[in-house]
């Protein structure tokens, strides 16, 4: 190909990355800015028994997972079809309408159909890694959608923060309409500072769930990604579900629990980002099998220790290094799950894998609220250790499966 072809073609993709990593970074900064505080949004509602608070949090949380399990394999389908950047536009301004509407909420149960409208609507970072993996050239993916995490996790330290500050200050209601706008932002930003791109294959026109199903039920090493992936997730996802709860226990009813909650998420999210960066360099001397066994080892110590934690410093201390160990495991298992999805089913596979993970979403926060009314909050941190070590011991003796074969490169 001529070098000016080349050059072009060179600045083309790194400028959609540029922006789509800008445009994720406005949509899960505000998105982030909204959802931590859903069990609190509750109390302001109405509700006040303490059990209750748990059960309402599970809920709010399994609803948009459902809701995003539903809908997210046939957007993956779609966007194989007609783009990926027309689905990335729906997902954000889709995303910017059902957050900014709890600013309107009265009653919990208006919450949980609003959330459960996000789920079927949602789904930005999908479709982002999608089109990430379908621009990039091969040599540059997994820098790539480091990148993307990076911004990921970058707006995911902001957001809990702003928004903590934002409700102490002047109310809920108010931190969902700003979380609105940062979506609707976003979703300005995904539009005007992209192009679209024609796919590489005919035959990705003609993309089906179908085909997408098949492709993963017979392939070892997306099927045992999926598993892990989804392990790591439903741990997570209770661990986050109640980690306001929990702050709200440790620093009593005097402090500004909302700023404190948004502190915490912000460091874990922080140390995150570092930890997605750190985890390009480790997978050039560590295998990725190796680099998520050690991660997600690493993690379940950090759960344990959390599930023992007794002040609000402590546990600043321990989400620092167990979001080091996060950032680098889901950025090695995404750059994994990439390379092991055919080209010409990119969206598909991720569309799948977003349903799958919007079940271990729906599972994580279930299982946690029925150990957190049963045996208190602690209990929950005991669940994403137990969860992580299992993902960890999948990746390690389910050996090279959990990657694609190195010969595989050749064909991208």
């Known amino acids: 190909m001529h070098p000016n072809v080349d050059s072009q073609q060179s600045v083309r993709w790194r400028r959609t990355l540029r922006n789509i990593c800008l445009a994720e970074f406005l949509a899960v900064t505000g998105f982030n800015a909204a959802t931590p505080f859903l069990a609190q949004y509750a109390q302001v509602l109405g509700v006040t028994a303490s059990g209750d608070v748990e059960a309402w949090a599970g809920w709010f949380s399994a609803v948009f997972a459902a809701g995003m399990a539903i809908s997210a394999p046939i957007w993956g389908v779609l966007a194989d079809r007609v783009g990926h950047r027309i689905i990335l536009l729906r997902a954000l301004l889709g995303d910017a309408v059902t957050v900014g509407a709890l600013a309107l909420a009265r009653t919990p149960s208006q919450v949980l159909a609003l959330r459960f409208m996000n789920g079927l609507v949602s789904g930005s970072v999908p479709a982002a890694y999608a089109m990430i993996s379908m621009v990039t050239p091969f040599a540059e993916r997994a820098s790539a959608l480091g990148l993307l995490q990076t911004s990921i996790f970058v707006g995911s330290s902001v957001g809990p923060t702003l928004g903590g500050v934002l409700a102490d200050t002047s109310g809920f209601r108010l931190t969902y309409v700003v979380s609105g706008l940062f979506l609707a ?142 950032g680098a495991l889901t950025t090695a298992s995404v750059a994994a799950l990439s390379v092991a999805a055919p080209r010409d089913q990119v969206g598909a596979v991720f569309g799948l894998e977003s349903t799958v993970q919007s079940i271990a979403n729906i599972a994580g926060p279930l299982a946690a609220a029925a150990l957190a009314v049963a045996f208190g909050l602690r209990s929950v941190f005991v669940l994403a250790a137990m969860l992580t070590a299992i993902s960890a011991a999948f990746s390690w003796f389910g050996r090279s499966r959990t990657v694609a074969p190195e010969s595989s490169e050749g064909n991208r």
């Open 185 to 326: 932002i976003a979703g300005a930003v995904a539009w005007f500072g992209t192009r679209h791109h024609s796919h590489a294959h005919g035959s990705v026109q003609q993309a089906s769930l179908l085909a997408g199903v098949r492709t993963v039920m017979t392939s070892r090493a997306l099927a045992l990604l999926f598993v892990i992936r989804a392990l790591i997730t439903a741990g997570f996802r209770g661990v986050t579900t109640y980690m306001p709860l929990f702050v709200q226990s440790l620093s009593g009813p005097d402090s500004r629990v909302t700023t404190l909650t948004g502190v915490a998420f912000t460091v874990n999210m922080m140390t995150t980002a570092l930890g997605s960066i750190g985890s390009g360099r480790m997978a050039r001397r560590w295998s990725l099998r190796g680099l998520l066994t050690a991660t997600a080892a690493g993690a379940a110590l950090t759960f344990l220790c959390l599930a023992r934690v007794s002040d609000l410093r402590s546990l600043l201390w321990i989400q620092a290094v167990s979001g080091l160990l996060m």
